[in-house]
């Protein structure tokens, strides 16, 4: 027997402020990056997007509105509805106007949001982002103020949630050789996108302690899941697992708001009674759902039921795909991560120098935000912020060539031969603040993070050896000629 909704009163609560601090913080990446990453001149630019697909297959406000100051006015139109949604929302509007104002609130939130996913390409191609617009989705059927949430959407939150453990699990133990033979942590820590300050240490555990949590990596996302339909106390047991699980995520990796969204979908597997059980906190007195707004979550669920048969037989292949999604409103979409793990780190560090004839001592390193560069500089924490160049630098890294996917550092590089204030936002520093430079290169390295004796007796977090040349050494002139594209050609032969 189903629980009532008088069960997820204080649930509801706790997930929308927490949803909606998820989309403040991506509205706000999206105000301070999307521009300069796929906007009018951006790396990307809009116009691609614009000319290149239909409103139908990637549907976006910025496909008739194709501007920067339309971009602005959505992103930062996104940061104040998120904090109305956080702080105050219509969540305690009589019952009348409450639930209508909160569904026109987190529809907004939704739509908005929709339009950059589909306008931002490659930099906004990861699961997290189609998950937020799945999770975005389901909060417009929750209802607010004293109202009951609608029972059948809290089911829908833990399929969410469900599909997202389950398919990180089967994509793992599917994939790479060492998730079954549990050595895969031994390299993850140091090779994972964005390290954080916790990462070295995370990487010098002991073997058998990896050994360990990469079974219960298994057991968490393998297992686990199939507690979050089963009655209380049973279900937040999974939720408390499955939190706990994010949690060790969060502290020894940067994973933009993956972790945190997940972690924010958790909350669909307790309930009031668990909650007040272990609080100190009651819930207040609650009016039911509204008849319409019931009728709605069936609706939605008989929606949400349909649109699954392709990701759960996705999820279900032997051929899976991960982080995919079926329709062009990302509705309900297929997740997981790390099917592989890189065994070495690679990584790109772009160096310009002013010298007409450069020796080596000449060129001098742009740093990046969360890539490292420096050896001699500890891990940075991001997450739940997300740096999209940084990543997408890490992706480029696995390749000792650039390819068709990297079209985008053909745009980098031109606008630090501008000395594009916008572009050069997207990074930690200039080594050209007064004239740009005379020639660039991209270099490609091979990173490890010392060991104990090593970051004793230099304070190094990281050891560096060169492995090849990415790009150039090109001048501007040899730049807008195609160097780039060029090398491409020759890598495809």
Sequence with gaps: MLPSAADYWLVRFAFQRGLALIYLLAFLVAAN???????????????????GTSFSERPSL????????????????GVGLSAVALLAGPYW????????ASMLLWLVLWGLYQSFVNAGRIFYGYGWESMLLETGFLAVFLGA????????????????????????????????DCWRDLTCLDYHYETQPMPNPLSWVAHHLPDRFHRAETLGNHVVELAVPFLYFAPQPFAAVGG???????????????????????????????????????LPIAAPATAATPAW??????????????????PVANMLSESQVMNTAFDPLKLVNTYGAFGSVTT???????????????????????ETKGQPVRTDERP????????????????????????????????????????????LSLLRSNPFPDEPPEKIRVIRYRYRFTTAAERAETGDWWRRERVGTYVGPLSQAELQAGGIARQQRRVRR
Excluded at 93 to 100: E, F, Q
Excluded at 158 to 171: E, P, S, T, Y
Excluded at 261 to 275: I, P, R, W
Excluded at 344 to 366: F, H, K, M, S
Aim: overall charge negative; hydrophobic content about 50%; cysteine-free.
């Design 33 to 51: 990056q999307f521009r300069p990453l796929a906007g009018e001149d951006g790396l990307l630019p809009l116009e691609e997007y614009v000319e």
């Design 62 to 77: 910025f496909y008739f509105v194709p501007s920067d100051r339309a971009i602005g006015l959505a992103a930062w139109t």
């Design 93 to 100: 509007l009589p019952t009348p106007y409450a639930v209508p």
């Design 145 to 176: 103020g004293p109202s009951q949430p609608p029972v059948v959407v809290i089911w829908l939150l833990k399929w969410l949630v469900f599909r997202n453990m389950f398919g990180a699990g089967l994509i793992k133990i599917r994939g790479d």
């Design 240 to 278: 408390i697992a499955t939190i706990g699980f994010q949690g060790w995520l969060m502290l020894t990796g940067n994973f933009a708001f993956l972790n945190a969204l997940t972690l924010v979908q958790s909350l669909a597997l307790f309930s009031d009674g668990v909650v007040t059980a272990v």
């Design 293 to 310: 707004l019931s009728a709605l979550s069936v609706l939605l669920g008989i929606l949400v039921v349909a649109l699954s048969i392709r």
């Design 344 to 366: 070495d780190r690679y990584q790109l560090v772009i160096e310009g120098t002013d010298a007409t004839n450069p020796t080596e001592n000449d060129w001098q390193a742009y």
């Design 380 to 423: 940075p924490q991001w997450a739940p912020y997300h740096l999209r160049l940084d990543w997408q630098l890490w992706f480029a890294a696995m390749r000792p060539q650039p390819s068709r996917r990297q079209r985008w550092l053909g745009g980098l590089l031109a606008a630090l031969f501008a000395n594009d204030p916008d572009t």
